[in-house]
């Protein structure tokens, strides 16, 4: 009890209603906008013109606001609040700038309805006009809604929380408020945002300019889906890239056990070919001692009895995945891990990164001091580097290699 009332409730107060005031005169406004246009498009696929229309999902799609509301009073701390608040703002604004720059309408006709429902349909087109199509708003909130509520649930309560916001984002659609466009969208821009003010920052991985540089690859890409509506695949996949590199969280690239998610694969594919075009001519794998090797990414079905995997982006399927972004360098907890995963590993043992260059080999000099194979960083780096002379460490790698000879 006495940490309940430590909650900062009139904080979560103001943040409501400034948030809603905002939301209300923000959204009016586009709405105002769009109507007062001559022509405004619509985008929308000849089969959703089938979709049957579900009155009933009209009380979900009302809920989100309670659940907006409450979301406020669920964070426990003034940290969790602002975070939350920020994340809801930068959304309006988001979302309000792509109504005005890039207004869409909604052109299929709800039946007459009566009744309950119809009293709710009623109460919702008399301040909402059919416009402020994409993103979906509803889809977006039901993202960072799902972060609070998921912190503060558990077993069964969590679940049914995760299933009505997804009841909550489908409602935008069935509810004929939404085309079928407007979901994934909502979705992109709920992500975008929850990664531009993330819960935690791993600095040692940040790369700020490559975010920047494939966040405006995947505008770019985006740009393209007005000739043909595929280039959002490649431009989603590039902009969760540009997430993980801002907070340096390799989550964001969706890779579990081996495997990386369906939206990602325009991305891997790029990177799998990247590494077969940079090591072309070259064997891929070395042989460095004591049956441990050291090389590129295997393909599936690579013959060894112990693969150690140091990607983040690419389906490698290993007994050890140790996940570092592409061109960063793995942090001595990282480097540990992998260096222990090494010693108590049945032989042969692949050491691997996309191209064998640095990950892996920041990881095998490390190892080859903690093995006694070398008494200096100087000295394992160097038959490192007389194994697989194409290897680029930096100055920061060396510096864990160091730091692995410092505890040795």
């Not at 309670?66 to 602002?82: I, K, N, P, W």
């Not at 194979?373 to 780096?381: I, P």
Request: aromatic share 12%; hydrophobic share 50%.
């Amino acid at each position: 009890m006495e940490r309940s009332l430590e909650r900062p409730y009139l904080r979560a107060a103001v943040w409501l209603a400034l948030l809603g005031s905002f939301f209300f005169l923000s959204y009016n406004a586009a709405n105002d906008y769009a109507a007062s246009l001559a022509s405004v498009p619509s985008i929308i696929f000849g089969w959703e013109r089938h979709l049957p229309f579900l009155a009933w999902s009209i009380v979900p799609y009302w809920s989100c606001d309670l659940l907006y509301a409450v979301s406020f009073v669920l964070c426990r701390t003034r940290e969790e609040l602002d975070r939350h608040a920020l994340r809801l703002l930068a959304l309006q604004i988001f979302s309000v700038a792509c109504f005005v720059l890039f207004p869409l309408r909604m052109s299929i006709e709800r039946p007459p309805m009566d009744g309950l429902t119809g009293w709710l349909f009623g109460s919702l087109t008399s301040f909402d006009k059919p416009f402020n199509q994409a993103p979906s708003l509803h889809v977006s909130l039901a993202v960072i809604l799902w972060l609070v509520y998921r912190r503060v649930l558990s077993g069964w309560a969590r679940r049914i929380a995760a299933a009505w916001l997804i009841l909550v984002a489908v409602s935008a659609w069935t509810t004929y408020q939404h085309h079928f466009i407007d979901l994934p969208l909502g979705l992109w821009a709920g992500l975008l945002v929850v990664a531009a003010i993330p819960e935690r920052r791993f600095s040692g991985a940040r790369r700020p300019k490559l975010a920047v540089l494939y966040l405006l690859a995947a505008i770019a890409i985006a740009c393209g889906s007005v000739l043909w509506l595929g280039a959002l695949w490649p431009a989603f996949a590039l902009s969760m890239v540009s997430c993980a590199y801002w907070t340096g969280d390799p989550s964001w690239l969706s890779k579990r056990n081996g495997r990386i998610a369906f939206w990602m694969l325009p991305y891997t594919l790029g990177a799998w070919i990247n590494s077969r075009i940079w090591t072309r001519g070259q064997e891929p794998w070395q042989h460095l001692a004591d049956g441990v090797w050291i090389g590129r990414a295997p393909a599936p079905g690579t013959k060894f009895a112990t693969i150690i995997d140091l990607t983040a982006e690419m389906p490698v399927h290993a007994r050890h995945n140790i996940q570092v972004l592409d061109l960063t360098v793995p942090s001595n907890s990282q480097v540990a891990t992998a260096v222990q995963a090494i010693v108590e590993s049945e032989r042969p043992a692949l050491v691997c990164c996309a191209l064998g260059y640095s990950r892996s080999a920041t990881v095998a000099a490390a190892w080859l001091i903690a093995a006694g194979h070398a008494k200096s960083a100087a000295d394992a780096v160097e038959q490192v580097r007389r194994v697989r002379p194409q290897i680029v460490l930096g100055e920061e790698a060396v510096q864990r290699v160091e730091a692995c000879a410092r505890l040795s």
